[in-house]
T-cell receptor, first 114, second 112 residues
Framework: NAGVTQTPKFQVLKTGQSMTLQCAQDMNHNSMYWYRQDPGMGLRLIYYSASEGTTDKGEVPNGYNVSRLNKREFSLRLESAAPSQTSVYFC?????????????FGPGTRLTVT | AQSVTQLGSHVSVSEGALVLLRCNYSSSVPPYLFWYVQYPNQGLQLLLKYTTGATLVKGINGFEAEFKKSETSFHLTKPSAHMSDAAEYFCAVNSGNTPLVFGKGTRLSVIA
């Protein structure tokens, strides 16, 4: 039981390049989330998916797209990376569709955009 | 809108001393409150949460927090710090049907 896995762990991009961050969970959870963590800013929600087939914007969605590929997988795409997107990205999942359920976090992807 | 303020971005305590991490929230509706911990180079994990009922909530690793509505606070405490408690701690709030709003975090250092 791996929990929430994220790939890659580290990535360096040049401005304007694109990439997709992958996330998968093996806990049969309904809801999945993407956050970014910046120093002194806490975690900010980018997008979430309350259930398979649905996605919604969070606090900071600009510059990102997501795909809920199936119940297990939720990917985050940067179409044209910018230095402001340098951050640590966390994927999380929770068993219920409400916000009271514990969220389980992956180990993060550290992204640098030069 | 809901918000969370964590007082002190960095707290240092001696091993065996009391740990007190402060969290104040703002919410126009009854809040649900959470504390998450992040160990170095890891994701976050839930320490404890308050939804309804008893205002003193016990969590993992000996931590507890008390919801005080009159003070709009949800401070995290542990009677005796251990070296393994060194981590970053995040307070979060929501109303139950809105996304979690996280505070900026407090880094806890434990000195031998």
């Amino acid at each position: 039981n791996a929990g929430v896995t994220q790939t890659p762990k580290f990535q360096v991009l040049k401005t304007g390049q694109s990439m997709t961050l992958q996330c998968a969970q093996d806990m049969n959870h309904n809801s999945m989330y993407w956050y970014r963590q910046d120093p002194g800013m806490g975690l900010r929600l980018i997008y979430y998916s309350a259930s398979e087939g649905t996605t919604d914007k969070g606090e900071v969605p600009n510059g990102y797209n997501v795909s809920r590929l199936n119940k297990r997988e939720f990917s985050l795409r940067l179409e044209s990376a910018a230095p402001s997107q340098t951050s640590v990205y966390f994927c999380a999942s929770s068993g219920g569709t409400g916000w009271l359920y514990e969220q389980y976090f992956g180990p993060g992807t550290r992204l640098t955009v030069t | 809108a809901q918000s969370v303020t964590q007082l002190g971005s960095h707290v240092s305590v001696s091993e065996g001393a009391l740990v007190l991490l402060r969290c104040n929230y703002s919410s126009s509706v009854p809040p649900y409150l959470f504390w998450y911990v992040q160990y170095p180079n890891q994701g976050l994990q839930l320490l404890l949460k308050y939804t309804t009922g008893a205002t003193l909530v016990k969590g993992i690793n000996g931590f507890e927090a008390e919801f005080k509505k009159s003070e709009t606070s949800f401070h995290l405490t542990k009677p005796s710090a251990h070296m393994s408690d060194a981590a970053e701690y995040f307070c979060a709030v929501n109303s139950g049907n809105t996304p979690l709003v996280f505070g900026k975090g407090t880094r806890l250092s434990v000195i031998a």
